[in-house]
């Protein structure tokens, strides 16, 4: 198992073949699909051979059960991605708990200068969860992307690693 940093309650690890179907069963459920732009399998088979993209598990420390995933990219930078950041198990705090996980793994352990992600505008539970971890809002991407007939917003928002050391070091 390639854990990648564990938390009181989460840890997360790189997917493995294992995991395609609950990424996929997570990105097609209705009550998260309307926020992300979905991948087929091929890609996320993809992803796994990929040195500038990686799917994540969140798991339970204690049970082993996947909670969530995050799919992040650009690994081949300075500057990382975060995208589909999607929690299965929802209301018991484990998305801010591993969206914290996954900013200590990129700052202080890959040593990234700089972390971004994109919302649609109108989820406003991950806009809060964003902005009060630490992330500013940088910039509208206007009507960007094309759902069902209608053209949507995304924000951006980033964070730099001298941010996170002032908000998150002790």
Partial sequence: ???????????????????????????YAPENLK?????????????LTCADKMDIIVEEKDS???VGYFMLRELDSP???FTHVI????????GRE????????TFELKKYHRVWIDCKEYNSVALHLYESSGFIREGVLREIILTNGVW???IVLG??????LKAFRN
């Fill in 1 to 27: 198992m390639n854990i990648l940093i564990e938390g009181k309650r989460l840890r997360l690890r790189g997917a493995t073949l294992d995991d395609l179907n609950y990424i996929m069963k997570l990105q």
């Fill in 35 to 47: 926020f992300i732009v979905p991948f087929d399998e091929e890609y996320h088979r993809e992803i």
């Fill in 64 to 66: 082993g059960e996947r």
């Fill in 79 to 81: 500057c990382a991605e």
């Fill in 87 to 94: 929690i299965d198990k929802k209301g018991v705090g484990y």
């Fill in 98 to 105: 591993a969206l914290k996980l996954l900013m200590k793994w």
């Fill in 152 to 154: 949507e917003n995304l």
């Fill in 159 to 164: 964070m730099l690693d001298r941010e996170y």
